[in-house]
Structures are given as C-alpha cells and as structure tokens.
C-alpha cells in the first residue's frame, strides 16, 4: 500500500450494496430529511461558488421520484444518492440553487475538495457517464432501464443485466539510470509531457499491456514490471493502473501517431519545469512522476 490515496479514490462512506436490492428500505431513504443528492448535469458537479471546496447537495423533494436516482451509499447518518439533470437547460435554478454556486467539470475541481468529496464526486460521475452510454442493450438492441438503485440496468425485450463497466488502463513510469521515458500528445498544452498509457486487451495480464504500450508508442522494451497504485478515471470510465517498468533499450522509435514525442528526462529537467511541464496535479500520471523524484 502507498501512503497516500490518489485523487479521486479515498471514498468515505458506506457503498450499502444491500440496499440496493431493499426497495422499502430505498422508498423510506429517499423520504428522509438528512438524504442528500449529488447532481451530475452533463457530466459537471455544482459547488459553492466562494470556495470551490464544498461539494452543494440538493434534497430529494426537488425530484419527482427516485427512480432514475442512483444509491451512492450512506455514511454519517445520512443517505447519498445521485441524480442525472442533464435534460435541463438551466440546472441552477432547476434545482433551487442560488448564485452562490457554480457548475463545474471533475477535473477542475478535483484538486480542490477534500479528498473524500472528490471520490464522490469520481463514483457519481462515472456512474453518470455509464447510464447514458448503456441506454440500449448490446446483445439485443432494445431499450435498457435502471435497476437495483441505478446498480444495473435491464434489457426491456431479452432481459440480460448489464452491469457499470469499468475499462482498465495501464500507466507507466519507464526509466533507465537516471532518467525517466515521457510523451506528449500534439493537443497537450505547450511543454507538457506525461507517462505513456493505454487501454489493456483482452487475452493480456497487466504486465503484458505495460510492456506491449511502451514498445507500440516509443520502440523502448521493458522488464521489472512493478504495480505501484490505482486510480479511478471517469472520462468516461477508466480505472488507471499505475506502474514502473525498467528499460533495457534507451532508442526511441515513435512507433504510432497517439504520440507527437517522446523523450528521456532527467529529474533535475523535471524539477525546474522549464524545458518541461509536469501533468496535472489530480493525475496518477504526475504522481508517478513525483514519486519518482523523491524515491
Ligand atoms: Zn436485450
């Protein structure tokens, strides 16, 4: 275990998988006073504006049903509950918040919540984000509905369940003596480099994905696969694996076009930011990194 939770995870309440499948018990949550609803419009999170640290709740009584809600889980006596708005064009006054609150992407205020409230935020996002990608069932084509508090959703003509899916994804720190393998994508702001990823396939192990991305996107072989910690990463619905990897060759060889560069870094390079920027604050990727210069 690392020391330190990534963004993103750290959840502090109690997911409840058993209510999910009690529907007296969910009718008489969704009652309660205390019950508090995240609402996901388009994929955003309202916050109090002055501060951007507090994530706003909204009460149940501002919707006709629980229905569509989605069963976060309970922590501190109270209920947690999402709620997709997005069929609203004006979600602020929809859901009676005043002008003391913003609307705003995951990633801009991932770094300044509290750990916990961003991990919230992640799981009602990605939750979000997979409803609206599985309205039709994949086996047959017909519509789908939400079931179990929003857990899975059911095929209305052959009655398959689908479950939320998460796509791993490798991510990887390569180095070699003392220096470290970054890539940049061409739509990155300027000098920004990160480490290289990619999606794991099916018929691979982990270790398999981490030596077959570093190869494809840079020509550089790899040994000494080491998992260092993991990361959700709901845009829309990656789980980030993170890694270290050995080099055993130090040529790049750009072999693919996902990549505008890629090159060896010293940590000196890395420190100053100047011929480099580092990634986000909130990534997996710049925590790699990090860990890397402190190690
Ligand atoms: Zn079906």
């Given amino acids: 275990m690392r020391r330190r939770a990534n963004v993103l995870s750290g959840l502090s309440i109690d997911r409840a998988a058993?209510?999910?499948?009690?529907?007296?018990?969910?009718?008489?949550?969704?009652?309660?006073?205390?019950?508090?609803?995240?609402?996901?419009?388009?994929?955003?999170?309202?916050?109090?504006?002055?501060?951007?640290?507090?994530?706003?709740?909204?009460?149940?009584?501002?919707?006709?049903?629980?229905?569509?809600?989605?069963?976060?889980?309970?922590?501190?006596?109270a209920v947690y509950f999402a709620m997709d708005v997005s069929h609203v064009e004006q979600p602020l006054a929809e859901l009676g918040l005043d002008e003391l609150h913003t609307v705003l992407g995951l990633r801009e205020v991932a770094s300044l919540l509290p750990q916990a409230e961003g991990a919230l935020l992640a799981y009602a996002n990605g939750m979000s984000s997979w409803h609206q990608r599985h309205r039709f069932c994949s086996v047959c084509g017909c519509e789908t509905v939400s079931a179990q508090a929003g857990h899975v959703r059911e095929c209305t003509a052959c009655g398959e369940i689908h479950f939320p899916r998460t796509d791993p994804a490798v991510i990887m720190l390569v180095t070699r003596d003392d220096e470290c393998l970054l890539g940049r994508q061409a739509a990155w702001p300027e000098k920004v480099h990160s480490t290289l990823a990619g999606f794991v396939e099916p018929g691979e192990s982990l270790e398999e994905a981490v030596a077959r991305e570093v190869y494809e996107e840079a020509g550089i072989k790899v040994e000494d696969v080491q998992y260092h910690s993991s990361q959700p990463w709901p845009f829309p619905g990656s789980l980030m694996l993170g890694f270290t990897a050995v080099a055993t060759t130090r040529d790049i060889v750009l072999q693919t076009e996902e990549l505008e560069a890629a090159r060896w870094f010293r940590a000196d390079e890395l420190r100053e930011q100047e011929v480099v920027k580092l990634p986000s604050e909130i990534s997996i990727a710049r925590r790699l990194i990090e860990d890397w210069l402190e190690g």
């Avoid at 609402?39 to 009460?59: D, M, Q, T, Y």
């Fill in 18 to 77: 058993g209510l999910r499948t009690n529907p007296e018990r969910l009718a008489e949550a969704w009652c309660r006073a205390e019950t508090r609803v995240l609402p996901v419009w388009r994929s955003k999170h309202f916050v109090v504006s002055e501060e951007l640290s507090r994530v706003a709740f909204v009460g149940p009584e501002r919707f006709p049903g629980f229905e569509e809600a989605i069963l976060l889980g309970e922590g501190d006596g």
